[in-house]
């Protein structure tokens, strides 16, 4: 079944694009794609869908990792995905901690918010936001985006403890089942 071609995909990262750790992914030797997503991101740009990247970073705010090394991993996943024929039109991170009050970290919506300024692609239900965390489908419900989950990353997790997910939200297993299932 064809869905309506959306106007704008945002990604989470880690868990969405790349593998997550709980320790944090802090160097590019670390950064690892997961199978599947930048061939994804590909096929999406191909479709002529812009995909753009929302991500909360904290490990900066805990300096774990610096700008610089987050720009370098960035390069990778932006490298992985051009080989793909793919593009992100534009990357929106929170380098903010969970107590540090901002409006940016998700589930706050400042980087949707600045994505649609930056592409003046206004938000709506046909904006995707694809997350593995609750707080991604917060985020995209606070702006009135389509909220999609996966089971990579947290995403399984995510579903165990809010069961209610699974009636109000399409699951996937992953980034190119969600991509497959949008462009056929």
């Given amino acids: 079944m064809t869905q309506e071609k959306p106007r ?9 694009i790349n593998e997550d750790s709980d320790q944090y992914i802090k160097s590019i030797d670390e950064w690892h794609s997961i199978p599947g997503s930048l061939e994804a991101i590909g096929l999406l ?16 705010a805990r300096q774990y990792y610096s700008f610089n090394t987050l720009h370098q991993m960035h390069q990778k996943m932006i490298d992985g995905i051009s080989a793909h024929h793919g593009e992100i039109k534009y990357i929106a991170l929170c380098p903010h901690g969970p ?44 702006a009135n985006c389509t909220p999609i989950l996966v089971r990579t990353g947290k995403g399984i997790n995510t579903i165990k403890k809010h069961s209610e997910l699974e009636k109000t939200v399409k699951i996937y297993d992953n980034l190119m089942q969600f991509t497959k299932t949008l462009l056929t």
């Fill in 45 to 60: 740009t191909q479709a002529g869908i812009p995909v753009a990247v929302a991500t909360n970073q904290s490990g900066i």
């Fill in 99 to 142: 107590k540090d009050g901002c409006t940016c970290r998700k589930p706050q919506t400042g980087m949707l918010n600045e994505i649609s300024g930056k592409l003046n692609i206004p938000l709506g239900k046909d904006v995707y936001f694809i997350g593995d965390s609750y707080k991604d489908v917060q985020a995209a419900r606070s």
């Fill in 8 to 16: 704008l995909i945002i990604l989470d990262r880690d868990g969405v």
